[in-house]
C-alpha cells in the first residue's frame, strides 16, 4: 500500500503543475489589474506612479514571465535593468548576447516560496497557514458531524423503510440538499442569533479587550456554521447510505446472518453496514471537498476568518500570488482527500488492494 | 498632478465588503474619525439621548464596531484604506483637525497645532503647538514629529500614497520644538488638508526612514498620543484599542473600543441587533428593520457623495490624452452619439430623479442640479434646478440633433445608424444595478437602444481607464468640504489609461475658471463662490455627468452610550467623553 500511495503522491506532481498554469491563466485573464483597482478613487495618482506600482509588481511583463517568475523565482526583462533590479535579495546578469537581463527572485514555487501577497505585504505561506486552520476546524467538523448523523439517519431509514421515519427523513434531505448554503445561513442566524440571541452572530471566538475565550465560547460559535454547513452533506449520505443499505439487505450473505439467528442489529450494523459503507468511501474525497468549498459562502456570512474568505477577498482584490496560492492549497487537499478516499476504501473492502 | 485637497473614493455602496478596500487612500488625513458630511440643515437623530452625566461619570465599557473588510496597516503615511484610518485617528495627532459640525479645518478637535498666522502673500502658515502634549511612552509630541513625518513621506525609501501633499509645499521648518512653518508653492485654497497627516512618533524610528516601512509600528503601534491604546490586531477577525490614561484630552471613560471584521452585510446589520456590536452604518433597505430595534438611535444626514452616470464625450474606438506633451489642449474626436450636448441633454430629461431617490434609494437621497453638494453652502449655486424629467423634451432634442426612428421600430436612427449605448456598472451592487435597469427602460421611451451590463470591479475600471466605454453609473464619495473638483473636468487629467476626467470632457473656459476657484488671493468664500457658480453652470449646461442623487446616510448605534454627539463631518469626533448608561448608578 505503501508503494501505492507515493506513487500517487507522485503523479500528483504534474497534477499540481498543471493547475498552476491553469490557474495563472485563469487569473492573468481576468480584466483590470490590481493597480488599478488599489488606486480607484485616489485623485492624487498619477499615470507614471501606476506605472512604477505595476512594473514593481512585474505586471508589465508578458505573461510566461510572469509565470515563470511565480514559479521558478526568474525574472526577464529586457535591456539592462540590473541596477533597477537588483537588491540584497535579488541577484540579476546582464546577457549582452541576447541583450536581457535575469534576475533570480531567490523565491519561486520551485523552493517552497509561493510569493508575496500584493495586499499585506506577508509572504503567501503565512497568510493560508494563518487562516488554515479555522477551515480545516469547521470542514472537518462538519465532515465528521455530517457522517455522523447522516449514516445512521439512512441506515436507519432503510430499516424502517416506508415508515413515517423514512419519508421525513428522506423529505429532508432534498429539502438540505436543494436549499442554498447562504440563504439557511441567514436564516438561521437570523433565528437563534437575532430573536431568541442563544447563539453569537459570527466569528471564531468572542472578542473582548481581554482576549479570554473559553471552550464553551468556541463552541458556541462553532454551532450555527457548522450546522449550516453539514446540513447538504447529512443529505447527501443519509441519501447513499438508504440505497447502498437496501442494496445490501436482499444480498445471500444478509440472509445467511439471519438465518443463522443474528439479532436484527447484528445483522444491520455489523453485517449490512461495513458493506454499504464502500460507495460511502469513494464520495468521502469528495465530500470533504465539497464541504470546504461550501466553506467560502459560510465563512462569509459568519465572519469565520478561514480559507474561504482568505480566497474570495484575494480573486476581488486580484491579489495573484494569493489566489495562485490558495488555489494551489486546495489543490493539494483535493489530491490528498482522494488519496483518502481510495486508502480507506481498501481499508474497509478487504477485496481492494492499493498496488 | 496638482490635486492638494483631501482625497475621495469611489464608492462601492453595497458590493461585498472585500471592495472597500478596493476604494484605498480615500480618507482624509484627519485625526479621530473618518469624514463624514456637512448637514446642511438635514442631520436629524432620533432615538438617542445623549445629556451629560450626572455627577462622577463610571468608567467602563467597551465599544464595539464592524467592517466590512480588513485594515492594510497603522501607519499614518503607508495606510491606504478607511479601515486602517480608524487606529490611525485614534493614536496619531495631526497638526490640524475637521471641525465635525462644519468640515472646515480647525485648530480645536484634538489637533496639534494651538493656533496659525498666516503671512501677507497667504504663502507661509506659522503653526504654534500644543505644549505639554506626550506620547505614551513620555516623550514630547512636537514639531520634529511632524517634519520627521513629512520628510518621511518624500524619502527615496519610503514608498507612501501621501507623496501629494508635497505637490503643493515648497518647504517645511521646525524653527523650534513647538513651531512649525509650512511654505507653500502657491496659493492653492484646498491646501491646507495636506498639513493633516497623522505624525509619526519620530524617536521610535530611525533618522535615514530605514525602518519606516518595516519597523513594527505598522502593525502594532507601540506608542500613541491620542485617545486609545494599540493592543492587538487578528488579522482578517479583530483590532482592538484601550483606553489611553494619559490622553492629553482626557483618558475615555470607555475601556477601549474593537473592530470586527464582518464582510457579509446582512451580518453586520445581524450584529448591531443582537447587540454584539454597538455602531453600524446601514443601508437603505436595512433601515426598515434598524428602526424597530428600541436599543438603538438613528443618526441620518447628507453624506458628501453623489450617484451619477458618466457620458463618454470622446469617440471610445480612438481614446486619446487631453493634452499633449506640452501641456497643449487636443481636441478630442467626438463620440458618434454622446458627442452632441443635445444628446447629453435628453438624456438628462429622460431620467426621473425623484422615481430612482424614492424606489430605489427608499428616500435616502435628493436630486441634484451640477457637481457642488448643498453640504458646501457658500458654493452652491441654488438657481439652477435639476434637468426636469421631461420626456417630450428629451425626444424634441434628440429629434433637433438629427435622431429620428426612420423605420417605426421604436429606437432613432441618423445616417443608417442605430442609437445604442452601452451602459455600465459593477455587479454586486444592487443599488446600481436597479438604477441600470431603471435608467435602460427610461431611455427606451425615447427611442435609445441601452445595453446595460453589471461587470465585475476590476473590468469596469479597466474600461473606464481605457476610455471605451459609452456610459457608467458609479458614484464619489467623501468630497471633502472644498468645491474644487479639478480632477474631474480639466484635460490635464484626461490621460488614457489612468485619470479621472475619463469622461475626455474638454471645456477651455471651465478650466480657467477651475484654476481661478483655488487660487484667489485671501481664499474668502465669498470672493471664490461667484466662480464656482459659474462652473456649475457650465457642468450644468456641458452635462459630462448625469448627477443622479446627492446621497443621505444613516447611522445606527447603542442608545446604551451617553454623551454621543454624532456631528456630520465626524461621529466619533468626542468619543473620549462617551460613557455607558447602563454602568452609572
Known amino acids: 500500500m505503501w508503494r501505492y500511495i507515493i506513487r500517487r503522491l507522485l503523479q500528483a506532481i504534474p497534477i499540481l503543475l498543471g493547475i498552476s498554469i491553469l490557474s495563472f491563466i485563469l487569473v492573468s485573464m481576468a480584466p483590470g489589474d490590481?493597480?488599478?483597482?488599489?488606486?480607484?478613487?485616489?485623485?492624487?495618482?498619477?499615470?507614471?506612479?501606476?506605472?512604477?506600482?505595476?512594473?514593481?509588481?512585474?505586471?508589465?511583463?508578458?505573461?510566461?514571465?510572469?509565470?515563470?517568475?511565480?514559479?521558478?523565482?526568474?525574472?526577464?526583462?529586457?535591456?539592462?535593468?540590473v541596477a533597477e533590479f537588483s537588491s540584497d535579495k535579488v541577484r540579476c546578469t546582464y546577457l549582452p548576447t541576447v541583450s536581457y537581463t535575469v534576475c533570480d527572485t531567490g523565491g519561486g514555487v520551485l523552493r517552497g516560496d509561493l510569493g508575496t501577497s500584493i495586499d499585506t505585504k506577508q509572504p503567501v505561506w503565512e497568510r493560508l497557514t494563518e487562516r488554515m486552520w479555522a477551515t480545516l476546524e469547521l470542514?472537518?467538523?462538519?465532515?465528521?458531524?455530517?457522517?455522523?448523523?447522516?449514516?445512521?439517519?439512512?441506515?436507519?431509514?432503510?430499516?424502517?423503510?416506508?415508515?413515517?421515519?423514512?419519508n421525513l427523513v428522506r423529505v429532508f434531505a432534498v429539502l438540505f440538499r436543494s436549499v442554498p448554503i447562504y440563504w439557511m445561513g441567514?436564516?438561521?442566524?437570523?433565528?437563534?442569533?437575532?430573536?431568541?440571541?442563544?447563539l453569537p452572530v459570527g466569528g471564531r471566538q468572542t472578542v473582548s479587550l481581554t482576549g479570554e475565550s473559553d471552550l464553551g465560547d468556541r463552541i458556541r460559535h462553532l454551532i450555527l456554521p457548522v450546522a449550516v454547513l453539514s446540513f447538504g452533506p447529512i443529505a447527501f449520505f443519509s441519501r447513499i447510505m438508504r440505497t447502498e443499505t437496501l442494496e445490501v439487505i436482499h444480498t445471500d450473505y444478509v440472509r445467511t446472518a439471519r438465518a443463522k439467528g443474528l439479532s436484527g442489529t447484528q445483522v444491520w450494523f455489523v453485517h449490512a453496514l461495513r458493506n454499504s459503507l464502500i460507495p460511502l468511501m469513494t464520495v468521502l474525497g469528495p465530500a470533504l471537498v465539497g464541504v470546504l468549498g461550501g466553506a467560502v459562502v459560510t465563512e462569509t456570512i459568519f465572519a469565520w476568518p478561514g480559507m474561504g474568505r482568505l480566497t474570495i477577498n484575494a480573486v476581488f482584490q486580484q491579489d495573484y500570488p494569493l489566489v495562485l496560492g490558495s488555489g494551489m492549497f486546495f489543490a493539494v487537499l483535493t489530491i490528498v482527500g482522494y488519496l483518502l478516499s481510495d486508502i480507506f476504501y481498501a481499508l474497509v473492502d478487504p477485496r481492494v488492494r492499493l498496488e | 498632478m496638482s490635486q492638494n485637497r483631501p482625497r475621495k473614493l469611489l464608492s462601492v455602496g453595497v458590493l461585498l465588503a472585500m471592495l472597500a478596500l478596493l476604494v484605498a487612500g480615500c480618507v482624509q488625513p484627519v485625526p479621530v474619525a473618518p469624514a463624514a458630511a456637512p448637514s446642511a440643515g438635514s442631520a436629524n437623530q432620533s432615538g438617542a439621548a445623549s445629556s451629560a452625566a450626572p455627577g462622577e461619570i463610571v468608567n467602563g465599557g467597551t465599544w464595539t464596531e464592524a467592517s466590512g473588510s480588513d485594515a492594510s496597516n497603522f501607519n499614518p503615511i503607508l495606510y491606504d484604506d478607511s479601515v486602517s484610518s480608524i487606529v490611525v485617528g485614534y493614536l496619531y495627532p495631526g497638526l490640524i483637525a475637521v471641525d465635525p459640525k462644519t468640515g472646515e479645518y480647525s485648530p480645536d478637535f484634538g489637533a496639534m497645532a494651538e493656533s496659525w498666522t498666516t503671512s501677507e502673500d497667504g504663502l507661509t502658515w506659522?503653526?504654534?503647538?500644543r505644549d505639554g502634549v506626550t506620547w505614551s511612552d513620555g516623550e514630547p509630541v512636537d514639531s520634529a514629529d511632524f517634519k520627521y513625518t513629512y520628510d518621511a513621506v518624500n524619502a527615496p525609501n519610503v514608498e507612501s500614497p501621501r507623496t501629494y501633499v508635497w505637490e503643493g509645499i515648497e518647504s517645511i521648518e521646525a524653527p523650534d520644538p513647538l513651531t512649525v512653518v509650512v511654505k507653500f508653492k502657491q496659493v492653492k485654497c484646498d491646501a491646507l488638508g495636506d498639513v493633516g497627516l497623522g505624525w509619526l512618533p519620530s524617536h521610535l524610528y530611525a533618522a535615514d526612514f530605514s525602518d519606516v516601512m518595516t519597523g513594527p509600528e505598522i502593525e502594532a503601534p507601540r506608542v500613541s498620543a491620542g485617545p486609545f491604546l494599540f493592543q492587538s490586531w487578528t488579522r482578517d477577525d479583530n483590532f482592538i484599542v484601550t483606553r489611553n490614561e494619559n490622553y492629553w484630552e482626557g483618558a475615555p471613560h470607555m475601556d477601549g473600543s474593537i473592530v470586527r471584521v464582518v464582510p457579509d452585510a446582512g451580518a453586520r446589520l445581524a450584529q448591531l441587533q443582537s447587540g454584539e456590536i454597538d455602531y453600524l452604518e446601514v443601508q437603505p433597505n436595512q433601515i426598515a428593520s434598524a428602526e424597530q430595534d428600541p436599543d438603538l438611535a438613528r443618526f441620518q444626514y447628507y453624506d458628501d457623495g453623489y450617484n451619477y452616470i458618466g457620458l463618454n464625450l470622446a469617440d471610445p474606438a480612438n481614446p486619446i490624452d487631453g493634452r499633449d506633451a506640452d501641456g497643449n489642449l487636443v481636441p478630442q474626436p467626438p463620440h458618434p452619439i454622446l458627442g452632441d450636448v443635445r444628446v447629453r441633454q435628453a438624456i438628462a430629461h429622460a431620467i426621473n430623479y425623484q422615481s430612482i431617490i424614492d424606489n430605489i434609494l427608499l428616500g435616502q437621497g435628493y436630486p441634484m442640479a451640477a457637481n457642488v453638494l448643498p453640504t458646501i453652502e457658500w458654493a452652491i449655486n441654488k438657481d439652477i434646478q435639476p434637468y426636469a424629467y421631461d420626456l417630450e423634451q428629451a425626444k424634441a432634442l434628440l429629434e433637433e440633433a438629427?435622431?429620428?426612428?426612420?423605420?417605426?421600430?421604436?429606437?432613432?436612427?441618423?445616417?443608417?445608424?442605430?442609437?445604442?449605448?452601452?451602459?455600465?456598472?459593477?455587479?454586486?451592487?444592487?443599488?446600481?444595478?436597479?438604477?441600470g435597469v431603471y435608467v435602460q427602460d427610461q431611455l427606451k421611451q425615447v427611442g435609445i437602444n441601452v445595453d446595460f451590463q453589471s461587470i465585475d470591479f476590476g473590468t469596469l475600471l479597466g474600461q473606464m481607464d481605457a476610455q471605451t466605454y459609452d456610459m457608467y453609473i458609479l458614484g464619489w464619495t467623501n468630497i471633502g468640504s472644498d468645491p474644487n473638483d479639478e480632477v474631474f473636468w480639466s484635460s490635464q487629467f484626461d490621460v488614457v489609461g489612468s485619470g479621472f476626467n475619463n469622461t475626455s470632457y474638454q471645456n477651455a473656459k471651465l478650466e480657467d475658471l477651475l484654476?481661478?476657484?483655488y487660487s484667489v488671493p485671501g481664499c474668502k468664500p465669498e470672493d471664490r463662490a461667484p466662480i464656482y457658480k459659474e462652473i456649475q453652470q457650465i457642468i450644468h449646461d456641458d452635462v459630462p455627468y448625469i448627477f443622479l442623487n446627492g446621497r443621505v446616510s444613516n447611522a445606527f448605534y447603542n442608545n446604551d452610550w451617553g454623551n454621543v454627539d454624532p456631528q456630520t463631518w465626524s461621529f466619533k469626533w468626542n468619543m473620549h467623553q462617551w460613557y455607558q448608561k447602563s454602568l452609572q448608578p
Open chain 1, 34 to 81: 490590481p493597480v488599478s483597482l488599489r488606486t480607484a478613487g485616489d485623485r492624487n495618482i498619477t499615470p507614471e506612479a501606476k506605472a512604477i506600482l505595476r512594473r514593481q509588481l512585474g505586471l508589465d511583463q508578458s505573461q510566461p514571465v510572469q509565470y515563470l517568475r511565480w514559479f521558478a523565482g526568474i525574472t526577464l526583462r529586457p535591456g539592462d535593468a
Open chain 1, 139 to 166: 470542514g472537518l467538523i462538519s465532515l465528521i458531524l455530517s457522517l455522523l448523523i447522516g449514516v445512521p439517519l439512512g441506515v436507519l431509514s432503510a430499516v424502517y423503510r416506508g415508515s413515517l421515519f423514512d
Open chain 1, 186 to 198: 441567514l436564516l438561521l442566524l437570523l433565528v437563534f442569533a437575532v430573536w431568541l440571541q442563544w
Open chain 2, 126 to 129: 506659522t503653526f504654534k503647538l
Open chain 2, 402 to 435: 438629427g435622431w429620428t426612428d426612420s423605420n417605426g421600430d421604436g429606437i432613432r436612427e441618423k445616417d443608417g445608424k442605430e442609437m445604442k449605448l452601452g451602459l455600465l456598472t459593477n455587479a454586486g451592487n444592487t443599488t446600481r444595478e436597479d438604477i
Open chain 2, 515 to 517: 484654476k481661478q476657484g
